[in-house]
T-cell receptor
Framework: GAGVSQTPSNKVTEKGKYVELRCDPI?????LYWYRQSLGQGPEFLIY????????DSGLPNDRFFAVRPEGSVSTLKIQRTERGDSAVYLC???????????FGPGTRLTVL | KQEVTQIPAALSVPEGENLVLNCSFT??????LQWFRQDPGKGLTSLLL?????REQTSGRLNASLDKSSGRSTLYIAASQPGDSATYLC???????????FGKGTTLSVSS
């Protein structure tokens, strides 16, 4: 079956702009996660959704970052007033429940100029 | 705050060798532990998941162990192949089961 998909695969933007990153989880997976990965580092947790609600958003670095999952399937990560330090690969993962194996998408590489 | 450390950071071995990758974590209150593989420029592929109540899991040439009380896990790869070359990441699921905390990974290179 289809895995986790993320669009776009690459996004280049200018400092101060707004960006949206999209994640399509595996069908039927109730748990959805966003992580970001910088070069040479492991992924860093951002936010976890159980269904439509953000059950844990403790990893969001500041209030410029926001994520939604309005129908309990597709999720969008939104970043306002982007900064050069936001440049990273943003990974999305989904799992059947929050204690099952997490399956990752290919990521969106965000570059802020 | 949970911290995950992976040793070594990089490893080069000849084809056919058996090898062990190490992972340690500071807080033993975990829900489970997962090992992932990441190829350059790609997403993560799950290899094994060990629940906190389990001691080990096996899949093909891979065997992962977990000693929760001492905060350690190992990934054993038998009869390594060039196709095993990748970065291997260890991650612990926090006690609430809401987030994976990752190590920085071990980059493995297997030469033919």
């Amino acid at each position: 079956g289809a895995g986790v998909s993320q669009t776009p695969s690459n996004k280049v933007t200018e400092k101060g702009k707004y960006v949206e990153l999209r994640c399509d989880p595996i069908s039927g997976h109730t748990a959805l996660y966003w992580y970001r990965q910088s070069l040479g580092q492991g992924p860093e947790f951002l936010i976890y959704f159980q269904g439509t609600g953000a059950a844990d958003d403790s990893g969001l670095p500041n209030d410029r970052f926001f994520a939604v999952r309005p129908e309990g399937s597709v999720s969008t990560l939104k970043i306002q007033r982007t900064e050069r330090g936001d440049s990273a690969v943003y990974l999305c993962a989904s799992s059947l429940t929050n204690t099952d194996t997490q399956y990752f998408g290919p990521g969106t590489r965000l570059t802020v100029l | 705050k949970q911290e995950v450390t992976q040793i070594p950071a990089a490893l080069s071995v000849p084809e056919g060798e058996n090898l062990v990758l190490n992972c340690s974590f500071t807080d033993s209150a975990i829900y489970n532990l997962q090992w992932f593989r990441q190829d350059p420029g790609k997403g993560l592929t799950s290899l094994l998941l060990i629940q906190s109540s389990q001691r080990e899991q096996t899949s093909g040439r891979l065997n992962a162990s977990l000693d929760k009380s001492s905060g350690r896990s190992t990934l054993y790869i038998a009869a390594s192949q060039p196709g095993d070359s990748a970065t291997y990441l260890c991650a612990v699921n926090n006690q609430a089961g809401t987030a994976l905390i990752f190590g920085k990974g071990t980059t493995l290179s297997v030469s033919s």
